[in-house]
């Protein structure tokens, strides 16, 4: 048993330096994202969008709605970038939703939200504050009650409306302190009813709950990975919040509780994963996050899935024979990710398909400790690697450690190695010659025949 625990504490010391070593590694790679759709041209006069500024896509009909702002516009794409449609004579349009059917449409200019019907095109109501009067509103979000909220940037405030397009009240007023802002711009609601709030001109992003209280911020002024300069759109999916940061060219990606996990761009320009002012932010249900690359007049949609869907995501890379990405995005999963066994049998198939013994041997009791479902499918199999390591241990003449292996084998139900235990136990009792060979036979025998003689009485006793 001693030399066991050595095995496992040199597997641990194994799996930490090497995760240590990827860890390190990782911090200066990027992330996998991989540009999927980047469309600009559009069918009919003029051919192309000026500074789009909002995106959402219809997860119904998978259609992708673009406000074409400088042309004062509504664009409806497929999802590989061909023009359903149009609505023009629009003011200034920036914030988009969807909600039953309809599109609500933030007007810059003309003060006020537009309301129309997604299949007809038609306007069906148009929706101002009955209090007060908006001023350059830029954000929409519509909760699942369909209760509407507007931000209403001139004003520093959020107008927040009732299904029924009543005004109910507001939330916040301009100042620096909590709850208060200073032009803001994106909002979204994320599935634990917490209102997020892009802060544009206090460079951070404010959250709060479902009654409007204060619950925390993050971010400040600069060009760090920590900070923004003029955010703008806001999108949460699931554990991850994504915000576009204008003036850094960026998108950040955050957890739930403001940490940043982290960032596409950085760097004005037109590359691939480039952007200039990037506005609009939208992730839909396949996991591609689509942007509003306003500065460079297009949009871009940029697979996420391998954060949204890790599992579907890992077994893809596997399928693939992607090796390099695969252990990368092992790597970056939490420890309770990690245990789940669907994600840690990927990962055994992964060390299996490396050759990967001892790596798998950890990776299969980690398995056997975890997965009740298959507990007794993993103790076989654990049987069979533990063999394969006290032969492997035995070619290198390690025979007092092979001989360990042989017992946990056969423990573990994989009788074949018990053969070679009894062999090695011999060896290192001081035996090698013809008659320890020729008593170990024995041994068997009288094993193989007390074996037979019990399943006969087994036999005639249930006669």
């Avoid at 007060?132 to 507007?150: A, K, L, Q, T």
Wanted: aromatic share 12%; hydrophobic share 40%; glycine share 10%.
């Amino acid at each position: 048993m001693k030399v066991i625990r050595n095995h496992k504490k040199k597997v641990i010391i194994i799996i930490l330096c090497l995760g240590f070593f990827l860890s390190e590694g990782i911090q200066a790679m990027e992330f996998p994202w991989k540009l999927e759709r980047n469309f600009e041209e559009v069918a009919g006069d003029p051919p192309f969008m000026d500074y789009p500024v909002g995106v959402v896509v219809d997860s119904e009909t998978k259609t992708v709605w673009v406000s074409d702002w400088g042309n004062n516009r509504i664009l409806a794409f497929t999802r590989e970038g061909k023009l359903l449609k149009s609505i023009t004579g629009l003011q200034g349009p920036v914030g988009l939703a969807l909600h039953e059917g309809k599109l609500f449409v933030v007007e810059q200019k003309g003060n006020q939200v537009k309301i129309f019907d997604t299949a007809k095109l038609s306007l069906v109501a148009s929706l101002k504050p009955g209090k007060s009067s908006f001023r350059e509103p830029r954000g929409i979000w519509i909760d699942g009650e369909g209760n509407i909220y507007v931000a209403d940037t001139g004003n520093s405030r959020v107008v927040v409306f009732d299904s029924t397009g009543k005004e109910i009240g507001s939330l916040g007023k301009e100042g620096m302190g909590d709850g208060e802002f200073y032009y803001p711009r994106g909002i979204t609601i994320d599935r634990e009813g917490y209102i997020w709030i892009v802060d544009t001109a206090h460079n951070c992003v404010q959250v709060l709950d479902k009654s409007g209280r204060f619950l925390f911020r993050f971010g400040r002024e600069g060009s760090e990975d920590g900070n923004f300069r003029h955010p703008r759109y806001i999108f949460v999916q699931d554990d991850f919040v994504f915000i576009s940061d204008y003036r850094n060219h960026r998108i950040k990606i955050y957890d739930r509780k403001g940490s940043l996990i982290a960032t596409i761009g950085g760097k004005e320009g037109i590359g691939e994963l480039e952007f200039s002012y990037p506005e609009g932010v939208w992730v839909d249900e396949e996991g591609m996050l689509w942007v509003a690359d306003a500065g460079n007049n297009r949009i871009k949609a940029i697979n996420v899935a391998f954060l949204l869907q890790p599992k579907k995501y890992l077994l893809s890379l596997l399928e693939s024979g992607n090796d390099d990405d695969f252990f990368a995005l092992w790597e970056r999963l939490s420890p309770e990710e990690k245990k789940d066994p669907e994600v840690a049998e990927l990962a055994f198939r992964f060390l299996q398909k490396r050759g990967d013994l001892e790596g798998m041997i950890a990776q299969a009791e980690e398995l056997f400790l975890n997965d009740e479902e298959h507990r007794d499918r993993w103790k076989r199999t654990l049987g069979e690697l533990y063999y394969l390591k006290g032969k492997e241990l035995r070619k290198v003449g390690k025979v007092e450690n092979a001989r360990e292996f042989y017992s946990r084998s056969f423990r573990n139900g994989y009788w074949r190695a018990l053969v070679s235990f009894l062999w090695l136990s011999f060896l290192l009792m001081g035996g090698s010659n013809i008659f320890l060979l020729v008593l170990a036979l024995v041994l068997l025998v009288l094993l193989w025949v007390f074996y037979r003689i019990k399943i006969h009485r087994g036999r005639w006793s249930r006669w």
